[in-house]
Each structure stands twice: as C-alpha cells, then as structure tokens.
C-alpha cells in the first residue's frame, strides 16, 4: 500500500510569490495534518483537516490556508512568501480524528529566495 | 506548557553500545508519546510509542522507558549499528482536541563503527 504522498518534493520560489503543496493520505485515512520543519529543529504543528474540517491551527500567520478534498487529499497554500518560510512541509495521516499513529510523507521542501 | 524538552542534543556511540535520549514534558494532558526516527532527507518515520499507563515498551532493539510522575520518557536503543545513524525525535499529544504532536528539538545520534 501507498504511504502518504507529496508533491511537489522540492520547489523554489521568490519572496512575494504563492506556493501550493498537495498530499495524498493513506489509503483509508481521513485525518490529514500539516507539519513544518524549519532546519535543525522538530516538526511545527500547522493544520488539521478531519472528514474535510478544520480541527485545529497551529500558530501560524494567516498567509497559511489549506483545505481537505472529498477524497480526503489536501492542499496547504501559503501566500506572499517570505524567506523565513523556507522548510521542509510535512504531511501526516491518520485513520481517524484522536486516532494516534500518524504517518508522515517524505514531505516538500520549499526554498524562498 | 505545548513544550517537549529533549536531550541531548547529539549523541555519539560505538557500534553496539546503547545510547539513551531523554524527554520531558509539562502539560499533563498528554497521554500518547511516540519516538519518530529521521534520516537526511527524509520524513520521520514512526518508531515506537508509549501511553502513560506503562511504564516501558520494547520493539525489537527499541525500548520506551516512561515515569509519569517525573513527566520524563526516554528512548533506549539495544546493540546499536550504524544504519541507526539518524536524528530522533520524541514527541506527546493530547487525545482531546485537534491530532496534534508536539515534537522535541532532536537528537542527532551517530553510531560508529
């Protein structure tokens, strides 16, 4: 079976710009949660989608948004980017909402220049 | 009181000598703690976890020892090799709430020859 899947794996953007990071779940997962992991530190908690809600936001700006799809793929969008946001963004999955183990994908790295 | 503590920060060890990460926490609330291993380039990938009614957990080579009342918990690796070069990172959350892991900063541990 498929882990959770991310793409793009790698992508370069410059300062002001839009960025869109796509995940699949596992299959079967309706719980998808969004990570950032600046280097040399742990992953940051952004956003949890559950069954297409919001189940809870991490302290982010608001130029962070994401969304949960009906097949429960989702999408994390950051706008007017700045260099501070370059980091690795992780997406997990999980069966269901207080489930524990969740799964990580081998995540996007974003760099702003 | 979000805050997981780990130490330390880097750990060198010989080939089968068994190094030791610790972890401590504040928010009494959490009761799930995984350990979630990373290699350069890659997501974490879940290791091993732990809920605060035991008090120690063994997977294969891997050990979680827990004391809930010191709020400490700490990883044990057993005959250590090379390919578990990696950081490590432990991690809790709450099962209230949104699915949410708080990450320690990690541990990067070499293991040599």
């Known amino acids: 079976d498929a882990g959770v899947t991310q793409s793009p794996t790698h992508l370069i953007k410059t300062r002001g710009q839009h960025v869109t990071l796509r995940c699949s779940p596992i299959?079967?997962?309706?719980?998808v949660s969004w990570y950032q992991q600046v280097l040399g530190q742990g992953p940051q908690f952004i956003f949890q989608?559950?069954?297409?809600?919001?189940?809870g936001r991490g302290n982010f700006p608001d130029r962070f948004s994401a969304r949960q799809f009906p097949n429960y793929s989702s999408e994390l969008n950051v706008n007017a980017l700045l260099l501070g946001d370059s980091a690795l963004y992780l997406c997990?999955?999980?069966?269901?909402?207080?489930?524990?183990?969740?799964?990580f994908g081998e995540g996007s790295w974003l760099t702003v220049v | 009181q979000q805050q997981v503590k780990q130490s330390p920060q880097s750990l060198i060890v010989q080939k089968g000598g068994i190094p030791i990460i610790n972890c401590a926490y504040e928010?009494?609330?959490?009761?799930?703690f995984p350990w979630y291993q990373q290699f350069p380039g890659k997501g974490p990938a879940l290791l091993i976890a732990?809920?605060?009614?035991?008090s120690e957990k063994k997977e294969g080579r891997f050990t979680i020892s827990f004391n809930k009342s010191a709020k400490q918990f700490s990883l044990h690796i057993m005959d250590s090799q090379p390919g578990d070069s990696a950081t490590y990172f432990c991690?809790?959350?709450?099962?209230?709430?949104?699915?949410?892991?708080?990450f320690g900063q990690g541990t990067r541990l070499t293991i040599n020859p």
């Open positions: 299959s079967g997962h309706k719980s």
């Open positions: 732990i809920r605060p009614d035991v």
């Open positions: 997990a999955s999980s069966g269901r909402q207080g489930a524990d183990t969740i799964y």
């Open positions: 989608y559950y069954e297409k809600e919001e189940r």
């Open positions: 991690a809790a959350s709450a099962h209230q709430g949104a699915q949410k892991l708080v």
């Open positions: 928010n009494t609330a959490f009761d799930y």
